[in-house]
Structure formats: structure tokens, C-alpha cells
């Protein structure tokens, strides 16, 4: 053979080798790294749930059925009251810590609204917003 066919041959071969090795760099360099798809997130469990499911009473009820009419301060050290309307009862005056029926009771007073707990579960009622003050009492 001559010379000449060897380096033609060769150059071919050359050629070749560049065109498969530069194929499998752009197949492996150019794969899509990206991340799978994340799952849909879950809504967060329901706390009411949560509340039923250790024997408590979702907080909407007490919610519902008691209405703060106003908060009183019985002097330093004495404590806080509170005067809470029932929907289906009368007004009552409940000092921090008596219950107002069977199994609500006032757990907590503060400045512009009281903490009523039922059943292990403690629900936070505001005071109504005035839209004028009628009085003023120091």
C-alpha cells in the first residue's frame, strides 16, 4: 500500500473517532440535570380536628356562643373579671378561673379580650370595637 492510502485511511479513521467522541460529550454534557417534580403539598391538618381527636370541642363553638360585653378590674392584686353574654342564657359577671356552664371556663383576661377554655381546647373572644365612648370611669 502507499503511503498515500495509510494517511487517507487514517484521516478518515481521525475523523470518525473526532465525530463519536464529540456525539457522546454533547449526549452526556447536555442531559437535563434538572430535579424531578416536587409533590403537590398537603393542606395542613385542621386543628379542630386535632382538638376533637384529644377529646376537646373545636373553639368556633365557644366562639359562638358567648359574646364579651366588657372587661372589669377588680384592683391591684384583687384580679380581672369579665361580664359575658350567653346566646341562650343570661348575662353573667365570671371572675378568672370559674366556670361560666358545665365545661367552659374563663381561663384568662386581658385588656381587650378573654381566653374561654373548653374542653382542654382554649378559644380567644374580643371585646366588640365602640365606634364612641359612652363614659369614662377611673
Known sequence: MSTLVVRLVSLILFAALCAVGTFWVTVIMGRNQ????AAPLSPPPSTQAAA?????????IARQEF????ILSLGPG??????IASTDGPTHTVAA???LDGDTRLSEVRQRSVILERGGVKSEIFLPVANQANGYLR
Not at 359574646?67 to 366588657?70: A, P, S
Not at 384583687?78 to 361580664?83: E, F
Request: positive net charge; without cysteine; proline residues 8%.
Open 78 to 83: 384583687k384580679g380581672s373579671a369579665a361580664i
Open 67 to 70: 359574646k364579651v360585653i366588657g
Open 52 to 60: 376533637e381527636l384529644f377529646g376537646g370541642s373545636p373553639a368556633v
Open 97 to 99: 378561673g370559674q366556670h
Open 34 to 37: 434538572t430535579a424531578p417534580a
